[in-house]
Structure formats: structure tokens, C-alpha cells
């Protein structure tokens, strides 16, 4: 049976006496020890190493009754070098700014080198020296522990504690240098700043490590195969998805452009350029966004519809099993009448002449009317054509051609600030016909076709 979880005595990880405890900003008691309390903790620690010497080694008893270690001696089986401050300050050149490596949370790391003679069994190597910060959050206690676990196993995925320094207040912890920098750096940081951290001092490879928060770049972790699912743990569920829609959501290309089709019962956006596609019973459909068809009305291409080149043509007549049809011959334009005696007043061509509007103005023409302007509105209304649907068109266009035509008459550049409208020849005549027939005098029907 599984034990009920239960919070540990604070008493039971307090490494300090309560008058001790500082309390941090960020409102954690930590364990801050008073001058006593080190100088207890130090005794402690020299029984812990008297302990585990052998008893060769023992060279002395403090006032505490502890082994005093002397600098120089092995920690039994601890296995660990004893140094003293000075010889350290020696190897870090008195813990230049240059020769630091990074800083944790125990405390600055700086580079260092022992020399061969400096110990019997201590080859000549880099180091890396871990200097206690007095101001930190982390003290003897840890210091301790890293001493007597590290000072004990021996394995090839740790670092190996080469030795320490107990000296007065100074903790510091002697490493093996790690030429390729820690594996926080392969993971989290950038692969240059992980070279750089443990360059040597003399390339400038040396660099304060700097928590910059962000998250790490995949591409630099190209070379821990395997390890990339590390990274961006975030990421990991994500995958390419495609635009998604909501059917139930609201707003100009939610629901109000959904409707069902008739087709399949299938709801279907309808909206500009957007095209829905998908089963019906999911929630998030996919929507399809592609070009407006060429021809289409801006942004808007209408649903269902396809681009031109791909409409499913009429098949050709032949197709069809019908006769192709014979080439026709290019209608001629009617004849302009000038004048009463030519037959009647000057006809527009073009759609005007079609429809009722245009069979109105036939029956104007016939009835001797000028056909242009009130009159010929007149003479449609009098034959009961009051334009509707596409009829009504071309006197719109008429109207908004005759406006264009004062515009340009007023525009005092001459035109040169509007778009010139193409005018065709027989438009032009009709131009003419009319200033005649409106400035000039009555009689005067006759038309010059340029
Ligand atoms: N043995 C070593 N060899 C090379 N560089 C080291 C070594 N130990 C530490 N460093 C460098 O010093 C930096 C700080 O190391 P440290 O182990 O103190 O960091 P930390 O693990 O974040 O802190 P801590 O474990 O003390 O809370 C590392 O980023 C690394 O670059």
C-alpha cells in the first residue's frame, strides 16, 4: 500500500539555525550561515573527512576534535586533492575575469592549469574551479555533499571532482576541465556561445554564460542525434494544419457565408476567394483559399466557380452532331440618314436600337422626332417602354456618356485631367449631327462623316 504523501519537517531540511535563515526576495527562507555556524559546519566536515581517511593520513586533530587535512594531502578514500587558496589563485591567476568559464548557482567557474609536479598522482591538466559565492543561495551545505558524492564515484558520464579547497570561509571545488562545455549549452543554447564558454582564455573563447531566456535554435542541436524532442517541448504536438474555419463561427466569412448546398446538403462557405471543402460532421473544416478567376469581379470569386481556362466549354456543334455552322458575313452598318428627305432623323447604332427602348425610337424616327435627349425619352415613354431590366441599360450608359462628354467639355485642361473616353466614328457623327441639330439652324440637316 502507497503512502499517503506527506510535506517533510521543515526542522529536517533546514541546513541552518532558524536565527540564520534569510529570507529572499522572492519570499523562500534560505539558509544563510552566521561566521559560527561556518566555523561549526568546517569542524563537522573535518570529522566527515577523518572518517573516511585512512588512518595514515590522519595528520592531526583541531580543537573540534576533527583531522585537519593539510593542502597537498589525498582525502583517503574520498580520492580527492586537497588545495590550498593560494595555489588556486595560482592556477585561475587570482580568478582573472579572463579565465572565467560561466557562473551557476554554487558560484563563478574559471579555467585553470595544474602542472605536473603539483601533486603526486595529478597529471598536468586544465581545471575548472568552482568558487563558492558567499552571496548566493547555495553554501557549505551543498558545497558538502558535491564533496562526498562526486569525491566518491567515479563514472564516465560525470565530471570528475578532482579535489576542493576548505580554507576559512572559501569553498571552492576543483573539476576536470570539459573541453566541449556543459550539455545545458548543446541543448538550450547556441552552439557558438557553448564553443566560446570553454575556449581557452588566450582565443578569446571565454565568456560569461548569459541567460538570455530564449529558446534554443533547433539547428544547433544538430549534432545530438535524437536529442532534438528535447528542444521545444511545445512544439512537439504541433504539425502543419491548414487554414481552419469553424462552422460555428460568426462574422463576415463565419456562418453568415455558409449554407447548405443543394448538391449534396453539404455546408459550403461562400464568401470571396474562399472555397470550403470537407466533411461535414467535423468541426474545423478545411477551407481551400485560391486566386480569383480572370475575369471574375475583384476579390470576389463566386462560388463553385473555377478559373476560366478549366470551365467545362459548350462541346462545338460538330460535337454535337450538327452541321458546323456556315462563316458569317460581316453585317454592314445601316445607312445614316441625313435628314428628313433621307428618310428621317440620325439613329444611334449599337443596343440602343434594340428592345422595346430601341422600337420606340424606330416609332419616334418614323413619326419624324429627333431621337436623342428628352425627346427620345419622351417618344420611349409614349410607347410604353419604361426601360426596365437590361433596357434600361443603354440609357444609363447614354446618360452617363453624355455626362462624361460635358465633363470634358468643362474640364478647363482641355480633357488632359480625365481618361479620354474612345469615341467610334459613327458616335463622332452622331456628335456632330447633334450640335447641328441643336446650335445650328433648322433647316440645316446636313452631315459632315469625317
Ligand atoms: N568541469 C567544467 N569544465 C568546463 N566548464 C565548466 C565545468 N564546470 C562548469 N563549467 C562552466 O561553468 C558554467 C557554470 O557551471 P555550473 O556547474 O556552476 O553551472 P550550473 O550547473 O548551472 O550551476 P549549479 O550546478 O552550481 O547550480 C557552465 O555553464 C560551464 O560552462
Not at 469581379?297 to 463566386?302: L, N, T
Amino acid at each position: 500500500m502507497t503512502k499517503a504523501w506527506r510535506p517533510m519537517l521543515a526542522s529536517a531540511t533546514k541546513c541552518c539555525a532558524a536565527e540564520d535563515a534569510a529570507v529572499a526576495p522572492d519570499g523562500l527562507a534560505r539558509c544563510r550561515p552566521q561566521q559560527s555556524e561556518l566555523s561549526r559546519r568546517l569542524a563537522s566536515f573535518r570529522r566527515l573527512s577523518s572518517l573516511a581517511n585512512s588512518p595514515a593520513s590522519a595528520a592531526g586533530t583541531d580543537k573540534d576534535g576533527g583531522s585537519v587535512k593539510q593542502a597537498g594531502e589525498m582525502a583517503g578514500p574520498l580520492q580527492l586533492h586537497s588545495f590550498g587558496l593560494g595555489e588556486l589563485r595560482g592556477v585561475t591567476h587570482d580568478f582573472a575575469s579572463s579565465f572565467l568559464l560561466g557562473e551557476g548557482g554554487f558560484g563563478a567557474v574559471y579555467k585553470g592549469f595544474v602542472d605536473a609536479g603539483m601533486r603526486p598522482g595529478l597529471a598536468a591538466q586544465p581545471v575548472a574551479v568552482k568558487q563558492l559565492n558567499a552571496a548566493g543561495f547555495q553554501g557549505h551545505r551543498e558545497w558538502l555533499a558535491e564533496v562526498i558524492f562526486l569525491g566518491q564515484f567515479r563514472h564516465s558520464h560525470l565530471v570528475r571532482l578532482l579535489g576542493y579547497c576548505c580554507e576559512d570561509e572559501e569553498r571552492l571545488l576543483v573539476y576536470e576541465f570539459m573541453p566541449r562545455g556543459s550539455l545545458e549549452n548543446h541543448l538550450f543554447r547556441s552552439r557558438d556561445l557553448g564553443d566560446a564558454t570553454v575556449g581557452h582564455p588566450a582565443q578569446g573563447g571565454h565568456r560569461r554564460r548569459q541567460g538570455s531566456g530564449l529558446p534554443p535554435r533547433r539547428q544547433h542541436a544538430r549534432h545530438l542525434q535524437g536529442l532534438q524532442g528535447l528542444q521545444h517541448p511545445a512544439r512537439l504536438g504541433l504539425h502543419r494544419q491548414a487554414v481552419g474555419l469553424r462552422a460555428g463561427q460568426d462574422g463576415a466569412r463565419g456562418r453568415g457565408h455558409a449554407r447548405d448546398d443543394a448538391r449534396d446538403g453539404h455546408p459550403r462557405l461562400r464568401g470571396a476567394g474562399v472555397r470550403a471543402d470537407g466533411p461535414p460532421e467535423r468541426e474545423e473544416r478545411r477551407v481551400q483559399l485560391r486566386r480569383r478567376a480572370p475575369g471574375a469581379p475583384h476579390g470576389a470569386a463566386r462560388h463553385g466557380a473555377r478559373p476560366r481556362a478549366q470551365r467545362t466549354r459548350r462541346p462545338a456543334a460538330e460535337a454535337r452532331g450538327l452541321d458546323p455552322p456556315l462563316p458569317q458575313r460581316r453585317q454592314p452598318p445601316p445607312a445614316l440618314h441625313h435628314g428628313p428627305e433621307a428618310g428621317g432623323p440620325l439613329l444611334r447604332q449599337g443596343r440602343a436600337r434594340r428592345g422595346a427602348a430601341g422600337r420606340a425610337v424606330h416609332r419616334a424616327a418614323a413619326a419624324g422626332q429627333a431621337a436623342h435627349g428628352g425627346r427620345r425619352r419622351r417618344a420611349r415613354q409614349a410607347a410604353g417602354a419604361q426601360g426596365h431590366g437590361r433596357h434600361r441599360r443603354p440609357l444609363a450608359r447614354h446618360r452617363a456618356r453624355r455626362r462624361t462628354e460635358r465633363h470634358l467639355r468643362q474640364d478647363p485642361r482641355g480633357g488632359q485631367g480625365r481618361r479620354r473616353r474612345r469615341v467610334a466614328p459613327e458616335e463622332r457623327v452622331l456628335q456632330a449631327a447633334l450640335v447641328i441639330l441643336t446650335a445650328g439652324p433648322p433647316a440645316c440637316h446636313v452631315v459632315h462623316v469625317p
